[in-house]
Nanobody, 125 residues
């Protein structure tokens, strides 16, 4: 019921910033858990950040490796989820994926039903 289109990846020097966008069609993002995953060469796909929205506001979850540097946000009116990536490090280099699932916040790849195509983020030293 959801299609996801990602944008914003690219090449950036260490210490720089990028903002990834995930535009959703179908249901509004407010009704779904939205997650950002990444996968580096030779590594498992891992959760970077996730959020859901309810009457009390937005709930968020971050991987320890990105806390304080990355921020997930939503613009429900635009049906878009963002990942603001600051103070990037070479170890952040990966393909980043947007994902969605209906329900509460989840942390595992197999728990998400809808996926974007992925966007490459490369951080140079």
């Amino acid at each position: 019921q959801v299609q996801l289109v990602e944008s914003g990846g690219g090449l950036v020097q260490a210490g720089g910033s990028l903002r990834l966008s995930c535009a959703a069609s179908g249901r509004t993002v407010s009704t779904y858990v939205m997650g950002w995953f990444r996968q580096a060469p030779g590594k498992e796909r891992e959760l970077v950040a996730a959020s859901n929205w309810n009457w009390s506001g937005m709930n968020t979850l971050y991987a320890d490796s990105v806390k304080g540097r990355f921020t997930i946000s939503r613009d429900n009116a635009k049906n878009t989820v963002y990942l603001q990536m600051n103070r990037l490090k070479p170890e952040d280099t990966a393909v980043y994926y947007c994902a969605a699932v209906y329900g509460t916040i989840r942390t595992h790849e197999y728990e998400y039903d809808y996926w974007g195509q992925g966007t490459q983020v490369t951080v140079s030293s």
